[in-house]
């Protein structure tokens, strides 16, 4: 195989994994209502896509371009994964229902840790139950976590993604 050749693949290869994970991104912030950003994403996945595509089907039958142009795709959506994952966009709200003895110090710790805990009674299986309601950015959900998993590991919690804040108590907030 020629050199020209083998550069004809990886750049399949390369332009699969490009747009394959820009589309991710680009979902991830239609979702996230930022339509602009997503647009402008959509317009480079596209473009690059067709480089892709074209590059195959001046030889279909070649079955080195059809492969690395699936590979191409497969590890687009592992590393779109991984952006998608680094950026951490948006924000996530959890309700949070601990067990009986670990409430109290679990509502103090979220607290003395800056987060806005709304604190509502409900009816388990077993009798009253104290549900915690917590919302705050995606790049902060590994620290709440930990707090959380420090103070009542055995809880039963929820992890919603959010699409819009208003107000509130967020830790990267400051009191105006």
Same mark, same amino acid.
């Given at each position: 195989?020629?050199?020209?050749?083998?550069?004809?693949?990886?750049?399949?290869?390369?332009?699969?994994?490009?747009?394959v994970?820009?589309?991710t991104?680009?979902?991830?912030l239609?979702?996230?209502?930022?339509?602009?950003?997503?647009?402008?994403?959509?317009?480079v996945?596209?473009?690059?896509?067709?480089?892709?595509?074209?590059?195959?089907?001046?030889?279909?039958?070649?079955?080195?371009? $059809? @492969?690395?142009?699936?590979?191409?795709?497969? +590890?687009?959506?592992? #590393?779109?994964?991984? &952006? *998608? =994952?680094?950026?951490?966009?948006?924000?996530v709200?959890?309700?949070?229902i601990?067990?009986?003895e670990?409430?109290?110090e679990?509502?103090?710790?979220?607290?003395?840790a800056?987060?806005?805990?709304?604190?509502?009674?409900?009816?388990?299986?077993?009798?009253?139950?104290? $549900? @915690?309601?917590?919302?705050?950015?995606?790049? +902060?959900?590994?620290? #709440?976590?930990?707090? &959380? *998993? =420090?103070?009542?590991?055995?809880?039963?919690?929820?992890?919603?993604?959010?699409?819009?804040?208003?107000?509130?108590?967020?830790?990267?907030?400051?009191a105006?």
């Amino acid at each position: 195989m020629s050199v020209p050749v083998l550069l004809e693949y990886l750049l399949i290869f390369l332009a699969r994994v490009c747009d394959v994970s820009l589309s991710t991104v680009r979902m991830l912030l239609v979702v996230r209502g930022k339509r602009y950003p997503a647009a402008a994403i959509g317009f480079v996945e596209a473009s690059v896509y067709v480089l892709a595509l074209t590059r195959v089907m001046r030889n279909i039958s070649d079955p080195w371009k $059809v @492969l690395a142009y699936g590979l191409g795709f497969a +590890s687009g959506t592992l #590393l779109g994964s991984f &952006i *998608e =994952e680094r950026l951490a966009l948006g924000h996530v709200s959890l309700e949070v229902i601990p067990q009986d003895e670990t409430g109290e110090e679990l509502l103090k710790a979220l607290r003395s840790a800056g987060y806005g805990v709304t604190v509502l009674e409900g009816q388990g299986m077993t009798g009253q139950k104290m $549900v @915690l309601l917590v919302s705050t950015d995606r790049k +902060s959900l590994p620290r #709440l976590n930990a707090i &959380i *998993e =420090e103070f009542s590991p055995n809880c039963f919690m929820t992890v919603l993604e959010t699409r819009a804040v208003r107000g509130g108590v967020i830790p990267y907030r400051k009191a105006k």
